[in-house]
Structure formats: structure tokens, C-alpha cells
């Protein structure tokens, strides 16, 4: 896969005008639009949910890219399907005893099912997922919170879990990402990028999204 995907994140866009924010992302080029879905517990913050997803639906032809961090992501895989998400990423760390029931849940939706995985958790563990997946998601900052630095330790996994990659998959890079922290990821291997902040504060998204390619 030689084209990198930019997946914008709404976390850090004008929820007031989120329809208007979503059609500069078209406008601007995105290929994707990411939306991180917190729920005060897994991390500690409360975000957007599956009706947030469904009226998103109505007013954008770009692909949903869902990112639950949440408990229990099992329960709300369902509401987040049928709600329009075209992909749906969960936290290994959220469940670790039913990573794969949770994969045969979205993969039953007929949903690109994606992998994601905290700083501090190392890339052995979601191994044995692989040949199950269609993406792993690296964050380069804890996750919880928009406007983080990156952190160049986790990004490095990136080396390591190409090592083990045996089929066609996308490894996206979720923190801190902007122009010079994207280039290191993709010269890593990444192929597809999440990026909220440095896009959002661009007066030119179009021009913001470019740099990242």
C-alpha cells in the first residue's frame, strides 16, 4: 500500500459546526474521518457516541473511521455498525480476554475491524490478532486528550510490527501527529495517519493535509 491515509480527528474540530468542519475535511482531501469515542472510563475524558456517528453519516462520503476508547467495547459494537462506521478500532487493552469475539463482531457487520494498542503496552501482545485484522492503531500519546506530544519511543514500534506482518494491513499512528512527526511515522512504515490539531489550527486544511502526505 504506497498511498498514506489521512485520517482526520473531529476531537479537535468546532463540534458547533461539525458539518461545516466535515466538508472543509472533503474539501481539504481527507480520505478518511476519525472519530474518537471516550467514555470517562477507559480513559478520562466523555466524547461523541453512535447518534453523533449516524447524523455524520448523512453529510459525508468519506469513510468512518470509529476509534472506541471505551470498556467493554463488545456491548457497543452493534450501535456504532448500524449507526455507519466503516471502520471500528477498539483498545486491546480494554478486554484482553475476548479480543478475538470482539474482531467476529465487527467483522459480522462486514467492517474493516482494527486493533489498537496504549504507549505503554508492547506489540507482542496483539501478535497473534494479525491475521485477523485489517489495521493496527499505534498511539504516540496517551489517549484520552487532544494536543499531546508525540512520543518518538511509540512510534518505533512501527519497525517491529512490520517484522510481523504476513498480509496486506494498515498501520495507523494516532498523537502528537503533524508534518515533521507524520514524515518519521511513514519513514517507520505507517500508511495511514490521524491528525486533529495541527490540521484544525491550519488556516489552509487543504495545505495541512497535503504536508502530511
Given at each position: 500500500?504506497n498511498k498514506?491515509?489521512?485520517?482526520?480527528?473531529?476531537?479537535?474540530?468546532?463540534?458547533?459546526?461539525l458539518e461545516?468542519?466535515?466538508?472543509?475535511?472533503?474539501?481539504g482531501?481527507?480520505?478518511w474521518?476519525?472519530?474518537?469515542?471516550?467514555?470517562?472510563?477507559f480513559?478520562?475524558n466523555?466524547?461523541?457516541?453512535a447518534?453523533?456517528v449516524?447524523?455524520l453519516?448523512?453529510?459525508t462520503?468519506?469513510?468512518?473511521?470509529?476509534h472506541?476508547m471505551?470498556d467493554?467495547?463488545?456491548?457497543?459494537?452493534?450501535?456504532?455498525?448500524?449507526?455507519?462506521?466503516?471502520?471500528i478500532?477498539?483498545?486491546?487493552?480494554?478486554?484482553?480476554?475476548?479480543?478475538?469475539?470482539?474482531?467476529?463482531?465487527?467483522?459480522?457487520?462486514?467492517?474493516?475491524?482494527?486493533?489498537?494498542?496504549?504507549?505503554?503496552?508492547?506489540?507482542i501482545k496483539i501478535?497473534?490478532?494479525?491475521?485477523?485484522?485489517?489495521?493496527?492503531?499505534?498511539m504516540?500519546v496517551?489517549?484520552?486528550f487532544?494536543?499531546?506530544?508525540?512520543?518518538?519511543?511509540?512510534?518505533?514500534?512501527?519497525?517491529?510490527l512490520?517484522?510481523y506482518?504476513?498480509?496486506?494491513?494498515?498501520?495507523?499512528?494516532?498523537?502528537?501527529?503533524?508534518?515533521?512527526?507524520g514524515?518519521?511515522?511513514?519513514?517507520?512504515?505507517a500508511?495511514a495517519?490521524?491528525?486533529g490539531?495541527?490540521?484544525?489550527?491550519?488556516?489552509?486544511?487543504?495545505?495541512?493535509?497535503?504536508?502530511?502526505r
Amino acid at each position: 500500500m504506497n498511498k498514506i491515509i489521512i485520517s482526520p480527528s473531529i476531537l479537535s474540530s468546532d463540534f458547533a459546526n461539525l458539518e461545516k468542519e466535515i466538508k472543509r475535511l472533503e474539501d481539504g482531501g481527507a480520505d478518511w474521518i476519525h472519530i474518537d469515542v471516550m467514555d470517562g472510563h477507559f480513559v478520562p475524558n466523555l466524547t461523541i457516541g453512535a447518534p453523533v456517528v449516524k447524523s455524520l453519516k448523512k453529510v459525508t462520503r468519506l469513510p468512518l473511521d470509529v476509534h472506541l476508547m471505551i470498556d467493554n467495547p463488545q456491548k457497543y459494537i452493534k450501535d456504532f455498525a448500524l449507526s455507519g462506521a466503516d471502520i471500528i478500532t477498539f483498545h486491546y487493552e480494554s478486554n484482553p480476554g475476548n479480543v478475538v469475539e470482539i474482531i467476529k463482531l465487527i467483522k459480522g457487520y462486514n467492517l474493516k475491524a482494527g486493533l489498537s494498542i496504549k504507549p505503554k503496552t508492547e506489540i507482542i501482545k496483539i501478535i497473534p490478532y494479525l491475521k485477523d485484522i485489517d489495521l493496527v492503531l499505534i498511539m504516540t500519546v496517551e489517549p484520552g486528550f487532544g494536543g499531546q506530544k508525540f512520543m518518538e519511543e511509540c512510534a518505533n514500534k512501527i519497525k517491529e510490527l512490520k517484522k510481523y506482518i504476513t498480509k496486506e494491513i494498515i498501520i495507523e499512528v494516532d498523537g502528537g501527529i503533524n508534518d515533521k512527526t507524520g514524515q518519521y511515522c511513514k519513514s517507520l512504515g505507517a500508511n495511514a495517519l490521524v491528525a486533529g490539531n495541527y490540521i484544525f489550527s491550519q488556516s489552509d486544511i487543504k495545505l495541512a493535509i497535503n504536508s502530511l502526505r
